[in-house]
């Protein structure tokens, strides 16, 4: 039963829940800081977006359970309940467990000392590799707090024809605000292109051919201290958080440098050659970003075994972004890298996640070309469509300005793309 919230934007919703249930959330709830009706909001979206795969939750001696949900969500959610065939007391019992899985106690999981990998991919050029992994360093970067209320405003103003190339309806964004973590982190982006452009757009001088780089520790030649090489970012909305360790002209050569590393010594593993470079200063941040080169080669495997998920680590936590465009060329770059990041998880027994995909550049304009692309990126049953950004005229602003894109225009639409990447990452 539903009754109306007095400011007209929720509806009040009176169902059963088991005592032991409603217990834990209250615990978890209170744990995690959040309120019960924005975990019930999240919880029943998630139910219906991804469905249930356990037995059936235990619903004997349920007790009375309020709460307030977004006016229509209940409705949707009873629809959703008659199709699967289950009533509304086990279809909430069993949102309700998932999302207590999916949210564990802090008391239950001992807090990461390592930090959060995210590797922006994609073998074509051009889709916005460097702007994507950019903009979710940034995110993460910048105050504490200031990203949800900007990305909430945003959602809030989308349109209707926005929401349905989002393929998500208002209150499942918003939804993903109440769990919105990114803010106040130690950011370390690394330039793994050889192409530089991520070290040009932000202003950093790239690395000359023959100067010490990531790619001489990559190849086990270091002649110094890795973190010497890092530089900060000079913006005021980042305070010191947000750093990049440059790009390397010697980068067009790093397969043919791992291969020789690998040839020369018997206990040399292209694949790790990365993590093995990175790892003397993962302690100095809690996110690291890399922008990958347009490549399938060894570079890249190594890249991939970066983003793996490691012992104990939660699934989403680290992985793979990938944009891509509404085109075919896309979808056949795509499919290649996909085969690619299996065949390494099969070969070296890996469990790589895949953050969600970005169909970047979206052009309305091109008509069918790109609506029929976009609705075939959303049909995909193992992937996720994250986010669909607009060709916009802020980030080539801030390429030619040399600047931060949320340090240079912060509440922009192309600034809240990147927010509602990082707010769907992993989910």
């Known amino acids: 039963m539903a009754s109306p919230y007095p400011e007209?934007?929720?509806?009040k919703v009176a169902s059963k829940l088991p005592p032991a249930l409603h217990q834990e959330l209250k615990i978890r709830c209170a744990e995690l800081a959040l309120d019960i009706q924005d975990a019930a909001t999240a919880a029943v979206t998630q139910w219906r977006a991804d469905g249930w795969t356990g037995p059936d939750v235990d619903t004997a001696g349920a007790k009375s359970f309020n709460t307030w949900l977004p006016a229509g969500l209940?409705?949707?959610?009873?629809?959703?309940c008659g199709d699967r065939d289950v009533s509304f007391i086990q279809g909430l019992a069993q949102s309700i467990r998932a999302w207590l899985d999916g949210n564990p106690s802090p008391k239950e999981l001992p807090a990461p000392s390592e930090p959060r990998r995210i590797v922006v991919c994609n073998q074509k050029g051009g889709v916005g590799k460097t702007?994507?992994?950019?903009?979710?360093?940034?995110?993460?970067?910048?105050?504490?707090?200031?990203?949800?209320?900007?990305?909430?405003?945003?959602i809030t103003s989308l349109t209707h024809v926005e929401l349905e190339r989002l393929n998500r309806t208002r209150e499942q964004l918003l939804a993903s605000v109440a769990e919105y973590t990114a803010g106040g982190q130690r950011v370390l982006l690394v330039d793994y292109d050889p192409q530089h452009h991520l070290s040009n757009q932000l202003g950093v001088r790239h690395i000359p051919a023959g100067d010490e780089s990531l790619i001489t520790h990559m190849a086990g030649q270091p002649k110094g201290e890795l973190r010497d090489l890092i530089v900060p970012i000079d913006d005021p909305r980042f305070q010191g958080r947000l750093h990049v360790l440059p790009g390397a002209s010697d980068g067009f050569l790093l397969d043919s440098q791992l291969a020789l590393s690998a040839a020369q010594s018997r206990g040399f593993q292209k694949e790790s050659a990365l993590e093995k470079a990175l790892r003397p200063i993962e302690a100095d941040y809690d996110v690291i970003v890399l922008d990958s080169p347009p490549s399938l080669g060894l570079a890249m495997d190594a890249g991939l075994y970066y983003a793996r998920r490691?012992?104990?680590?939660k699934k989403g936590r680290s992985g793979v972004l990938i944009p891509v465009q509404s085109e075919d060329s896309s979808a056949d770059a795509y499919e290649m890298l996909v085969d690619q990041i299996e065949a390494l998880c099969e070969d070296l027994g890996l469990s790589i996640d895949y953050l969600g995909i970005i169909v970047n550049l979206f052009d309305s304009r091109r008509g069918f070309i790109a609506t029929s692309s976009l609705e075939e990126w959303h049909q995909m049953q193992d992937q996720k469509?994250?986010?669909?950004?607009?060709?916009?005229?802020?980030?080539?602003?801030?390429?030619?300005?040399?600047r931060p894109l949320l340090g240079y225009v912060?509440?922009?639409?192309?600034?809240?793309?990147?927010?509602l990447i990082v707010a769907g990452a992993g989910k």
């Open 8 to 11: 007209g934007d929720r509806e």
């Open 310 to 313: 490691r012992p104990n680590e």
């Open 385 to 402: 469509v994250i986010a669909v950004v607009d060709d916009l005229k802020e980030q080539r602003e801030t390429v030619r300005l040399k």
């Open 74 to 80: 209940y409705d949707d959610f009873k629809a959703t």
């Open 131 to 154: 702007t994507v992994a950019a903009g979710v360093a940034e995110a993460h970067a910048e105050a504490d707090g200031i990203g949800a209320k900007c990305l909430q405003n945003f």
């Open 410 to 419: 912060p509440e922009s639409k192309q600034a809240n793309f990147m927010r």
